[in-house]
């Protein structure tokens, strides 16, 4: 059995990377002819390219010895004569540094199938094993981007993005060119929904086929762009992705006063058996000092060090994780900063525990991280993008590992949240950057809808909003949130998460506002009852803060409930809305599905038992964010049977569990993943079990209709 589970799953990694965040190499081939079956290369070139930064720098170029005489007619394209390449290696004394160069990295070119066949010709005549590399062909993309152009030669895709051309003709300058090509492709693509490397292959091969049909010809052979089951994942260790912080976390922390002598502190906490202790240094500033700690200091110090302070001896800030953290989390941020010890705080930052490597490694999960903490490091959109295509491959193992469909969605939502974070950061360093400053007033950043709820699918988009302290629209204050919310919200698009179809994202001056301007807008929504105010308070009853001053959220998010509290009309209007169901079985008691054979399980399933949960919530002043947490609180109130929250949870899970198996095959697919799912494609079993699921939604609606009715 493998014992690699991480390089397991790169494969579907690769899938879904963005095109924004994917390592590739552009390449150019001159040859002896056009004529695939028997012309030889003379020159060859490539340029890397990391999502959309062009490194010509580490480029490489050669003229390479055919071994035959080069046609005056090609000569006459490409200037390149048989004088030129008489000292020039042959193929086969080349192929070992060509190999270096190109890695493991997709190739890019104009025309590439050319490229690739003559290629794959010279590893024949060479005696070289040819493994075909993934690839993509800027010909097909540009068609994908604008299929409008009367023609997709080098030439007029350069004319028509303005890109200049030097040394046309030549490996380089060709290589050069298209590689400016295929940059300037990428956000062109993204407007067409064509995002990562899966969907670019598959449009690609579409149009390739469609071509194809057209022509009378062949289509791109499928080994061009092969395809890699999923079937081949490796199942995670997924103790680490099941459990949060607070599960496994020492408490309570133990405290020693910063003027104690490490003698009296190791006199005092003999047979406590911990390994560190927290010292308050100064106001808001805490230190630790750990085993490791006092052995360095007797080594250096002697007996001696046995009389230094501990606040000489502490090392300060501590670094933190949450509560609520997964536990792949921590041991991604302990592995990052090589530290045996993170503090633990709660929602108010508050120091509730200390987590150690000791902990973490008994739990056998450190081989298992893929996700990590790589998102918190990350220094570009490109760098969030390549984290971001982790997440199908570790929802594909818990799967696999039969972690409940809940579960996974909140993984997928801790990582929404964790990507929002750190795109708000990166957008802070370039305000200052480009001289802005820094954050005029105190500000948070909140995560909205699904992720708000920990429920996100693999098909999330953006939904995000920011407030802060004090100061108005278009204001000195507003002006610099909605440009660095603009910065936030494109560098997620690029990395992964699609802008929000109806808008509700930060750089819109409507979702972001001061504390009184959200009250005024709270108001509004409830005072006017209209369906899209009836849809902005709902969704905004799910925020949670991301990043930022977490009290300026909770502030709003309480005056929201209590806005809310009296307004019997306005929860009946929601509640009405909650109970609209879209039809999931048909008079004769199937799966309806529409014209592509699918159903959409959102909004048969998912919908009706999130707004009934959420507007229960509200009705009963339950202070919960996720729909089973928000159920729970409805037995606890008296309103609801256990048995009957437990079905509706159960029906829940299902249905979220047919989704995501949906968006894997999809992502695989190179489809853009959606909540709509291929009925056929499930066995009888599945069927029955998804139909009782749906069946069981009526329950969420049954208990808003009790209540209202």
């Known amino acids: 059995m493998c014992q690699c589970p991480v390089e397991c799953v790169l494969p579907l990694t690769q899938f879904s990377t963005p095109l924004a965040a994917l390592d590739v190499v552009v390449i150019d081939t001159e040859t002896t002819g056009l004529d695939a079956r028997s012309a030889r290369i003379v020159q060859l070139a490539g340029i890397p390219v990391t999502g959309e930064a062009i490194a010509r720098e580490r480029g490489f170029e050669t003229l390479i010895n055919p071994g035959i005489a080069i046609p005056l007619a090609t000569t006459k394209i490409h200037g390149i004569r048989d004088g030129d390449v008489a000292n020039a290696p042959r193929f086969s004394e080349f192929a070992a540094k060509l190999e270096a160069h190109l890695g493991k990295a997709i190739i890019v070119g104009h025309t590439i199938s050319y490229d690739l066949a003559i290629l794959r010709r010279e590893y024949q005549l060479a005696d070289r094993v040819w493994h075909q590399p993934r690839a993509l062909d800027v010909r097909h993309l540009a068609q994908l981007a604008r299929p409008s152009l009367a023609g997709y030669d080098l030439d007029r895709l350069c004319q028509w993005l303005g890109i200049d ?196 490694l008994r739990q056998r999960a450190k081989a298992a991280i893929v996700l990590g903490d790589e998102i918190d490091q990350a220094d570009s959109a490109a760098a969030l993008g390549r984290a971001w295509a982790k997440l199908p491959s570790v929802t594909a193992s818990l799967i696999a590992d039969d972690v409940d469909a809940l579960t996974v969605t909140s993984v997928i939502s801790t990582e929404i949240a964790g990507m929002t974070r750190r795109a708000a950061e990166l957008a802070e360093v370039r305000m200052i950057g480009e001289g802005h400053g820094a954050p005029p007033v105190a500000y948070a950043v909140m995560v909205l809808g699904s992720g708000g709820r920990g429920e996100s699918q693999l098909a999330a988009d953006q939904d995000n909003a920011i407030v802060y302290a004090s100061g108005v629209t278009g204001g000195p204050e507003g002006g610099y949130f909605e440009r660095l919310a603009t910065y936030m919200n494109e560098m997620l698009d690029t990395a992964g998460i699609p802008f929000c179809k109806g808008g509700v994202m930060a750089k819109n001056a409507h979702w972001c506002r001061s504390v009184d301007a959200w009250r005024i807008t709270i108001d509004g929504w409830v005072r006017h009852k209209r369906p899209e105010d009836l849809l902005n308070v709902d969704i905004y009853f799910d925020a949670i803060c991301v990043h930022g001053d977490a009290a300026l959220v909770a502030t709003i998010w309480d005056y929201a409930f209590e806005r809310t509290k009296g307004e019997h009309l306005f929860q009946w209007l929601l509640a009405a809305m909650a109970r609209k169901r879209h039809p999931a079985v048909s008079l004769f008691g199937g799966l309806r599905v529409d014209a592509q054979g699918r159903q959409d399980l959102k909004a048969t399933g998912l919908l009706p038992i999130f707004s009934c949960g959420r507007v229960l919530a509200i009705k009963h002043g339950i202070r919960a964010h996720a729909t089973p947490e928000r159920l729970s609180g409805l037995v606890g109130a008296g309103v609801a049977a256990a048995d009957v929250v437990q079905t509706i949870v159960d029906a829940q899970k299902v249905i979220l569990a047919t989704i995501l198996g949906q968006q894997l095959i999809d992502i695989e697919a190179g489809i853009p993943p959606t909540p709509k799912v291929v009925i056929a494609r499930l066995d009888k079993v599945e069927k029955a079990r998804l139909k009782q699921a749906l069946g069981n939604v009526d329950e969420a609606i049954r208990l808003v209709a009790e209540v209202w009715d």
């Open 165 to 360: 051309v030097n040394s046309r003709h030549t490996a380089m300058g060709d290589a050069e060119a298209t590689a400016r090509i295929y940059v300037s492709l990428i956000p062109m693509l993204r407007a067409q929904n064509i995002r990562t490397l899966a969907e670019a292959e598959a449009a690609s091969r579409r149009l390739a086929d469609t071509e194809a049909q057209v022509s009378g010809g062949l289509s791109l052979p499928e080994s061009v762009m092969p395809v890699t089951s999923m079937a081949a994942l490796a199942s995670l260790d997924s103790f680490a992705y099941r459990h949060r912080v607070r599960e496994i976390m020492s408490a309570p922390v133990v405290y020693a006063d910063r003027d104690l002598t490490l003698e009296a502190m190791i006199q005092a906490q003999l047979g406590q058996r911990i390994s560190s202790v927290l010292v308050e240094l100064d106001p808001g500033t805490t230190g630790i000092v750990t085993e490791k700690d006092i052995l360095r200091i007797i080594s250096q110090h002697g007996a001696a060090g046995l009389q230094m302070r501990m606040k000489e001896v502490a090392s300060a800030p501590v670094q933190m994780v949450e509560e609520s953290d997964f536990v792949y989390r921590a041991i991604g941020r302990m592995g990052r900063l090589g530290f045996r010890h993170l503090v633990v705080r709660n929602a108010s930052g508050a120091i509730t525990g200390i987590v150690t490597a000791h902990r973490l």
